[in-house]
C-alpha cells in the first residue's frame, strides 16, 4: 500500500497512523520529495478526474487564471501540493482522501 501526500498534513498523518496501528504495511510517498512522473500523475488523473484537485486549497486559489484553467495534470504538475490528500493506492484500487468509505475498504 501506499499513500501519496505531504508529512505536514493533518489528514495523511492520521491516516498513516491509523493504517500502520490496523497493522497493514504502508509506504509514505512524499510528493514534494519524491515527485510523481507524468504516468503516475495521468494515471490519478484517469482514476479521479479534476476532483483530484482541491480548489479550495491556497495553492490552487495562487494559482493563475492560465493555470486555473489547464488540465488537472498540467496542475499537478506545476504544484503537485494541489492535490487532494492523501492519495491512498491498496493493490490495484485507488482511494481519494480519507472519509469514512475510505477507512472502511482499508483498515
Known amino acids: 500500500m501506499i499513500l ?6 493533518d489528514t495523511c498523518k492520521k491516516a498513516l ?8 504495511d504502508v ?4 510528493i514534494r520529495k519524491d515527485p510523481l512522473s ?12 479534476d476532483r483530484v484537485i482541491n480548489k479550495t486549497s491556497t495553492t490552487y486559489r495562487a ?3 492560465f493555470l486555473k484553467a489547464s488540465d488537472p495534470e498540467e496542475q499537478i504538475e506545476a504544484q503537485p501540493t494541489v492535490m487532494k490528500r492523501p492519495i491512498i493506492r491498496k493493490d490495484a484500487a485507488w482511494y481519494l482522501g480519507w472519509d469514512q468509505s475510505v477507512q472502511d475498504a482499508i483498515l
Open 63 to 65: 494559482f493563475n487564471d
Open 38 to 49: 507524468r504516468a503516475e500523475v495521468e494515471q490519478i488523473v484517469g482514476e479521479f478526474g
Open 4 to 9: 501519496y501526500g505531504i508529512p505536514t498534513c
Open 27 to 30: 509506504t509514505f510517498r512524499d
Open 17 to 24: 497512523k491509523a493504517i500502520e496501528a490496523a497493522g497493514h
